[in-house]
């Protein structure tokens, strides 16, 4: 019982992780219709960006998470502007090989600037255990939900509750229309992606601190990303919060009571039986989109 | 991807050969993970390897010409480590091969070797099947597990005294013959055994293994990773509040995995083929030179990469000639002295006769618990 609730607690933690981790990927993909390949590498850059704040020019965490949403949301509005725009409704296939062309191109630079040498980021609490009952957690990790659970209202806020937000919401519905109703959309679509940049970069400052991060990271995040919102729905910010959530509850249930060398094999298995019986995910209500 | 990587040191290899025409260049082929989850410990090797290179060109070279080093991303993976093989042997015309570093990705390597008879050297891969597969131009410049098991094992044993033991590896051919290896030998040292379980390559979030592992009883744990996944696993089990002896094989007793780990690195005792502070001149020499060349002292990838390509090297000028037939039988008559003793290798081409330790971490440096050699598996076991 005691491993069980323990089991429980760590994948609820690595659930909000993955929720968090891919809500940027939904949100491009809902409102832009673009497939972002390259959302484990911005993650990525989120984490390197975070290291030099806090290593490099020695800010304190949370001035450095301002800087790198700042520095990224920059990034990301010049990605849309420069490189999306060029392709913009053409289908899915131009954006899709962009993004993979782009992911390689980020890897890479970073591992030219930084290294392979994996990178800690200082948290703003110390990693001392916190014991709930028979359940241990640590300060840090707990910090973290926490924050995330601040950073994905925030963004639902954003969206639900703002000019901004209405202005994507009505681009999203029908891009036509909204311009002949003066929203300048090509503004909608960068600040939409910058927004999902930030998300990203958040997450990997964000758990840079409980891991550590390094210039490979992205590949996987993408693959767990991508397993989120293909269950969750893509598009549907509900959806990313609860697939992130069972998909870390199923992990770390196999890998209590089955083992842990497969536990990747979930995640595959989840995507399959989705695209089986639900291939629209758990969520995608055409009208409830983002 | 591998272009943009490897612009800048294919274009260093030619800035240091411009005197020798294109053709003049001996071509040596090195495939390392310069990307993804071990990517640090690759560029440890290549790092290696390239001081080897360099000093040997300085006095030299092989067969009188300068020795052009080709370096590949193989990515840990079989199907990256193929490409690669395939593009040095067809396109570059390497005259032998060296690395792959894991172990599943060396043993994807090995069948194309045999196919284009070219020589291939490993000064990593320690799955223990390896050199069991008959491919007669395949050779091992490292431990494997099996063997370093073996060395280790009454090390450990009379040292941290264990009872129960859990086995923890990444999940993939070495991980898993690291963990089986030593479960085998500890327990034929009456070590009871707590659990096994591996971990994937990359993986972050260690709780749930370390949920079980606190469950289980056990008063020391074996764990089988590289410097990243290392460095966060046993991070983790001091935020668990885990107090186990620690104890592993990877690359751990560097200096980096003490950085990157902090105090959680105190205390873990390590098996290791190669640490900086072994005794003896020719490993204060190789020391010194590395550490010029690379402002850090070098770890057991560094010695890896640094061992196997000399020894590939002697072996092309005691061969007179870049036949893989003469290359082959100059590996046979390797006797190398490498920083770590001296390396021979079995009718099978396992390498044996360097050195190992155990060491232990403490006030953030490796010290020596206990050195140990290699000895030639086919002289006791005949040859399992």
Known sequence: MDMLLQFVANGLVSGAFYALSALGLT??????????????ELY??????????????????????????????????????????????????????????????????????????PLTIEGPLPNKPVFLGPVVLTE?????????????????????????????????????????????????????????????????????????????????VSLKAFVVVILGGMGSFAGAIVGGLLLGVAEALWGGYISTGTVDIIGFIIVILTLIFKPYGLFSTQVERA | MRKLILAPIIATALMASTQASAQDTLKIGLIQPLTGSVAYNGTADANGARLAVKERNANGGVLGKQVELIIEDGQCSPANSVNAAEKL????????????????????????????????????????????????????????DALLGKAFSRLIVDNLGLKKVAYIGVNDDWGRGSAKAFEQELSSHGVETALIEYFNHGATDFYTLLTKLRGSGADGVFVAAETQ??????????????????????????????????????????????????????????????????????????????????????????AGDTDAQAIVDGLHATDYEAPNGRYRFTEKGQGYGFEAALVQIQDGHTEVVATTRIANPEADSGGQ
């Open chain 1, 44 to 117: 990525m850059l989120g984490g390197v960006m975070g290291w030099l704040a806090t290593t490099v020019l020695g800010l304190n965490f949370f001035a450095g998470l301002a800087l790198t949403l700042a520095v990224m949301g920059a990034c990301g509005w010049l990605v849309d502007r420069f490189l999306i725009e060029r392709v913009r409704d053409q289908g899915e296939e131009p954006s899709i090989l962009l993004t993979i062309g782009l992911s390689i191109f980020l890897t890479n630079t970073a591992l030219l600037l930084v290294g392979t040498a």
């Open chain 2, 89 to 144: 042997i067809q396109r570059d015309k390497v005259v032998a091969l060296v690395g792959a570093f894991c172990s599943s990705a060396t043993s994807a390597v090995m069948p194309v070797a045999g196919k284009y008879k070219t020589p291939f050297l490993t000064g990593v891969s320690s799955e223990a099947s390896l050199t069991e597969k008959g491919n007669p131009y395949f050779f091992r410049s490292a431990e494997t």
């Open chain 1, 27 to 40: 949100l491009i993909f809902g409102l832009m219709r673009v497939v972002n390949f390259a959302h484990g």
């Open chain 2, 229 to 318: 996944d290392g460095s966060t696993l046993v991070k983790q089990i001091k935020q668990f509040g885990i107090d186990m002896d620690v104890f592993g094989v990877g690359s751990w007793a560097t200096s980096d995995f003490i950085k990157i780990t902090g105090d959680a690195a105190e205390g873990i005792y390590a098996a290791v083929p190669y640490v900086s502070n072994l005794p003896g001149e020719r490993n204060e020499r190789f020391v010194k030179e590395y550490s010029a060349a690379y402002d850090h002292a070098p770890g057991k990838y560094a010695a890896a990469g640094y061992n196997s390509m000399n020894i590939m090297m002697d072996a092309i000028d005691r």
């Open chain 1, 140 to 220: 840090l990790r707990v910090f973290a939900v926490a924050a995330c659970a601040v950073l994905i209202l925030a963004a639902h806020l954003v969206i639900r509750h703002t000019r901004l937000g209405r202005a994507m919401r009505a681009t999203f519905q029908d891009p036509m229309a909204a311009r002949l109703a003066g929203i300048n959309t090509a503004r909608v679509y960068a600040s939409t992606f910058a927004l999902g940049t930030m998300l990203a970069a958040s997450a990997g400052m964000l758990l840079g601190s409980i891991y550590s991060t390094h210039v490979s990271a992205g590949g996987v």
